[in-house]
Nanobody, 116 residues
Framework: QVQLVEAGGGLVQPGGSLKLSCAAS????????TIWYRQTPGKEREFVAG????????NYADFVKGRFTISRDNAKNTVYLQMNSLNPEDTGVYYC?????????WGQGIQVTVSS
């Protein structure tokens, strides 16, 4: 059974940083592309960043370029999202998704709140 578990969210002040993680069981991240999405208040779920497999090429939404970094640790079977220079507009629930030939798998989501 595939399970993705996000961690690392919480409350941070504007300008601060958080590092989200997405750990997988029942699935090997290095074999599949992984994507971070978010759902901010009043908006649809949107793409944030993705990392391909096996090369690990990355791409980002324009609103996070230069601030967020997606990475993967194959030994830990975990994908990360380093988020810097956070602002209140980044507040929302962040989800990781693994895209496989059997379909897409989602984590349960984790709350990120940017507020002073």
């Amino acid at each position: 059974q595939v399970q993705l578990v996000e961690a690392g969210g919480g409350l941070v002040q504007p300008g601060g940083s958080l590092k989200l993680s997405c750990a997988a069981s029942g699935l090997t991240f290095s074999l599949y592309g992984t994507i971070w999405y978010r759902q901010t208040p009043g908006k649809e779920r949107e793409f944030v960043a993705g990392i391909s497999s096996p090369i690990g090429s990355t791409n980002y939404a324009d609103f996070v370029k230069g601030r967020f970094t997606i990475s993967r640790d194959n030994a830990k079977n975990t994908v990360y999202l380093q988020m810097n220079s956070l602002n209140p507009e980044d507040t929302g629930v962040y989800y990781c998704q693994a895209v496989t030939g059997r379909g897409a798998y989602w984590g349960q989501g984790i709350q990120v709140t940017v507020s002073s």
